[in-house]
């Protein structure tokens, strides 16, 4: 951002932050380019899982049935939580031997994923850009996106995940031809002239399951980072009107996102666990 | 605000956690649950016999309580019973002595006034014999006369 000679219009700003990291080093031009995968968001949101598994592993590994640690104890609501979300929701033991622990692994992920809008605006894509410059780039192109989710990929990619699941459930449960029975004769009855609306309404529905459970958390998330955006640029005016807008809009901000960030994990969370649970009941 | 090749990646980074979640992380938490849930019921099943088993041994206690105190009862009413029995044995007794001693005494006391009446009726009529004797010395036969004494004698008494 800062590059020698000029500081970064608000617009050059904003821009660079809402740029990812790609295998480019640009940014896409395209709006669906196969071909680009965004470094930043794989990153974060790897470590991120990894440190999730790592943290949910350790509770699991020490876990007693005698008297809890605090660790195991917050662990243990969790599971709970979705334990019984999972049970009210999909009515099949099995399926939920791996829904369940699924549904676990995404609230808890998406939530340290959309934790990271917590952390200052600049902090890590600053850090970013010492190291870029450090190695020799240029580092109005050091671009850096810390909040996976508010990346639409990375959170089409995981609703699309669900979509598969409900695929794999439809075909098990129902079988093939119950499933394919199924796309043709609902929502509107079983009769020839009929079949092309139902399959067209089904179609639609999957894919508005698919796009609206991803765009919910990606929306959500990147208008936060927007406006935190925003509010860095109020303290950027470097006034004492800014300072203190900076101050207060920002903590009120970063106060109300603190539940943002936890209800869109749960909104994910629990349509997770919906809409597997609709791929078991039949029409 | 792009769709690329992240979709994909991030899509199996997704079902790499939940794997994971599964295999290494929900059974032993489960497992843990459950088992805490059972030693729990558990708890609450022994603290349920434990106040029966309580109740039980309170009725128990009052029970041998009211045994206690019945017996107790039996044996001062026994104890009573036989004191006073003694009492009157010894009352019966008692006066029985009383009677035989009385009757004792009585025998001694008539057996002592005949040998005193025997010894007076002797010596009056030694005195007599005596007194005669002086008025008709000369008269009187103490041999001719014994019959006649006797007869006196037998009189006085």
């Given at each position: 951002?800062?590059?020698?000679?000029?500081?970064p219009?608000?617009?050059?700003?904003?821009?660079?932050?809402l740029?990812?990291?790609?295998?480019?080093?640009?940014?896409?031009?395209?709006?669906?380019?196969?071909?680009?995968?965004?470094?930043?968001?794989?990153f974060?949101?790897?470590?991120?899982?990894?440190?999730?598994?790592?943290?949910?592993?350790?509770?699991?590994?020490?876990?007693?049935?005698?008297?809890?640690?605090r660790?195991?104890?917050?662990?243990?609501?969790?599971?709970?939580?979705v334990?019984?979300?999972?049970?009210?929701?999909?009515?099949?033991?099995?399926?939920?031997?791996?829904?369940?622990?699924?549904?676990?692994?995404?609230?808890?992920?998406?939530?340290?994923?959309?934790?990271?809008?917590?952390?200052?605006?600049?902090?890590?894509?600053?850090?970013?850009?010492?190291?870029?410059?450090?190695?020799?780039?240029?580092?109005?192109?050091?671009?850096?996106?810390?909040?996976?989710?508010?990346?639409?990929?990375?959170?089409?990619?995981?609703?699309?995940?669900?979509?598969?699941?409900?695929?794999?459930?439809?075909?098990?449960?129902?079988?093939?031809?119950?499933?394919?029975?199924?796309?043709?004769?609902?929502?509107?009855?079983?009769?020839?002239?009929?079949?092309?609306?139902?399959?067209?309404?089904?179609?639609?529905?999957?894919?508005?399951?698919?796009?609206?459970?991803?765009?919910?958390?990606?929306?959500?998330?990147?208008?936060?980072?927007?406006?935190?955006?925003?509010?860095?640029?109020?303290?950027?005016?470097?006034?004492?009107?800014?300072?203190?807008?900076?101050?207060?809009?920002?903590?009120?901000?970063?106060?109300?996102?603190?539940?943002?960030?936890?209800?869109?994990?749960?909104?994910?969370?629990?349509?997770t666990?919906?809409?597997?649970?609709?791929?078991?009941?039949?029409? | 605000?792009?769709?690329?090749?992240?979709?994909?990646?991030?899509?199996?980074?997704?079902?790499?956690?939940?794997?994971?979640t599964?295999?290494?992380?929900?059974?032993?938490?489960?497992?843990?649950?459950?088992?805490?849930?059972?030693?729990?019921?558990?708890?609450?099943?022994?603290?349920?016999?434990?106040?029966?088993?309580?109740?039980?041994?309170?009725?128990?206690?009052v029970?041998?309580?009211?045994?206690?105190?019945?017996?107790?009862?039996?044996?001062?009413?026994?104890?009573?019973?036989?004191?006073?029995?003694?009492?009157?044995?010894?009352?019966?007794?008692?006066s029985?002595?009383?009677?035989?001693?009385?009757?004792?005494?009585?025998?001694?006391?008539?057996?002592?006034?005949?040998?005193?009446?025997?010894?007076?009726?002797?010596?009056?009529?030694?005195?007599?014999?005596?007194?005669?004797?002086?008025?008709?010395?000369?008269?009187?036969?103490?041999?001719?006369?014994?019959?006649?004494?006797?007869?006196?004698?037998?009189?006085?008494?």
């Open positions: 951002m800062a590059t020698e000679g000029h500081a219009t608000a617009s050059e700003y904003v821009i660079h932050h740029t990812h990291l790609n295998n480019t080093g640009h940014a896409q031009e395209n709006i669906v380019d196969w071909s680009v995968i965004n470094i930043d968001s794989m974060y949101s790897i470590v991120i899982g990894a440190l999730t598994v790592f943290g949910l592993w350790l509770a699991a590994r020490k876990a007693t049935s005698g008297v809890p640690g660790f195991q104890g917050i662990v243990e609501i969790l599971v709970d939580m334990a019984d979300q999972a049970k009210g929701i999909v009515h099949s033991a099995e399926s939920r031997r791996f829904v369940a622990p699924l549904a676990l692994t995404v609230f808890v992920w998406i939530f340290l994923m959309n934790a990271m809008d917590l952390l200052p605006v600049d902090l890590l894509p600053r850090i970013w850009e010492s190291v870029y410059a450090a190695g020799g780039g240029d580092p109005a192109h050091a671009y850096m996106r810390v909040v996976p989710t508010a990346d639409l990929s990375a959170a089409l990619g995981m609703s699309t995940g669900v979509l598969l699941l409900c695929l794999y459930y439809n075909i098990k449960i129902k079988g093939i031809s119950g499933w394919v029975h199924e796309l043709f004769t609902a929502p509107f009855g079983s009769h020839p002239l009929l079949y092309p609306i139902n399959f067209a309404m089904q179609i639609i529905e999957f894919v508005a399951k698919t796009v609206s459970h991803g765009m919910r958390l990606f929306g959500n998330m990147y208008a936060g980072e927007l406006i935190f955006i925003l509010i860095a640029l109020l303290g950027s005016t470097a006034t004492v009107f800014g300072f203190l807008g900076h101050v207060i809009a920002g903590s009120i901000w970063a106060i109300f996102h603190i539940l943002i960030i936890t209800l869109q994990a749960f909104i994910f969370m629990m349509l666990l919906v809409y597997v649970g609709q791929a078991h009941e039949s029409h | 605000m792009n769709l690329n090749a992240t979709l994909i990646a991030q899509l199996v980074v997704f079902f790499i956690l939940a794997w994971f599964m295999k290494f992380v929900w059974p032993p938490i489960v497992k843990a649950l459950d088992e805490r849930a059972s030693k729990i019921a558990d708890g609450l099943a022994a603290a349920d016999k434990a106040k029966t088993d309580l109740a039980l041994a309170e009725k128990k206690v029970e041998e309580l009211r045994k206690a105190r019945e017996s107790a009862g039996d044996v001062r009413t026994s104890a009573e019973k036989q004191a006073s029995q003694l009492i009157d044995e010894a009352r019966t007794e008692a029985r002595i009383i009677a035989a001693a009385r009757e004792a005494a009585e025998q001694e006391a008539g057996a002592a006034t005949q040998r005193a009446k025997e010894a007076l009726r002797d010596q009056v009529a030694h005195l007599a014999v005596a007194g005669a004797e002086k008025i008709l010395r000369r008269e009187i036969d103490a041999k001719v006369h014994a019959e006649l004494l006797a007869n006196l004698k037998q009189e006085l008494q």
